[in-house]
């Protein structure tokens, strides 16, 4: 069984500040984790990912994330938000099997102002 | 990279009728994709599992002949809403796994159905 909490339905930062979004998991097995995006009335777009190796991993547009297995974190950041970035975030964790299902966090609203 | 198309992108139809989403990837062939429903400021909910060439997974609760899933080649995978009702307006969105990568999903723009 695997479970996914997102720490905050909105974040709101300014433009040019610290982005962090926090993303806990539960997992019976060794994770992949990811962080998704959601623009409005879009699908998701893959951010990063994290399956094994270093646990820094970097994504595109300045996001990055570290998987923290003793605190079974996987927290994204950025260090200068930007007014695009505004958009939902979805954290998700998923089994190392191939058909191993996704489960998504309830998602973080990012709201960025100038 | 991955791309996955999803047609349409927004549909209106009235209450009792069938609507139609497909969900094609564009350049990888895709044994297996995944059909989500996405209500308003909420999480995506997978609502079943679609491989090629056999019957679709539903996840609990989801009422496999209220939606109907097709994937019927490595590349294209249907949801049928039938007899859809007000409260099936939704975002329904698909994925699609690549062959290879780790469970690394691409998804669809999402379709927006509103029934009247």
């Known amino acids: 069984a695997q479970s996914v909490t997102q720490l905050g339905s909105h974040v709101s930062v300014s433009e040019g500040a610290l982005v962090l979004l926090r993303c806990n998991y539960s997992?019976?097995?060794?994770?992949?984790l990811f962080w998704y995006v959601q623009y409005p009335n879009q699908g998701l777009q893959l951010l990063l990912k994290?399956?094994?190796?270093?646990?820094l991993v970097k994504g595109i547009n300045g996001f990055e994330a570290e998987f923290k297995k003793s605190e079974t974190s996987f927290h994204l950041t950025k260090p200068s938000a930007h007014m695009s970035d505004a958009a939902e975030y979805f954290c998700?964790?998923?089994?190392?099997?191939?058909?191993?299902?996704?489960?998504f966090g309830k998602g973080t609203m990012l709201l960025v102002s100038p | 990279g991955a791309v996955v198309s999803q047609h349409p992108s927004r549909v209106i139809c009235k209450s009792g009728t069938s609507v139609k989403i497909e969900c094609r990837s564009l350049d990888f062939q895709a044994t297996t994709m995944f059909w989500y429903r996405q209500f308003p400021k909420q999480s995506l909910m997978l609502m079943a599992t679609?491989?090629?060439?056999?019957?679709?997974?539903?996840e609990q609760g989801v009422e496999k002949d209220k939606f109907l899933i097709n994937h019927a080649s490595l590349t294209l995978s249907t949801l049928t809403v039938t007899s859809a009702h007000p409260e099936d307006s939704s975002f329904y969105i698909c994925?699609?796994?690549?062959?290879?990568?780790?469970?690394?999903?691409?998804f669809g723009a999402g379709s927006r159905l509103t029934v009247l």
């Open positions: 994925s699609a796994r690549e062959a290879a990568g780790a469970n690394v999903l691409t």
């Open positions: 998700a964790v998923s089994g190392r099997t191939g058909y191993s299902t996704l489960t």
């Open positions: 994290y399956t094994t190796g270093a646990t």
């Open positions: 679609s491989n090629e060439g056999s019957k679709a997974t539903y």
């Open positions: 997992s019976s097995v060794p994770p992949y």
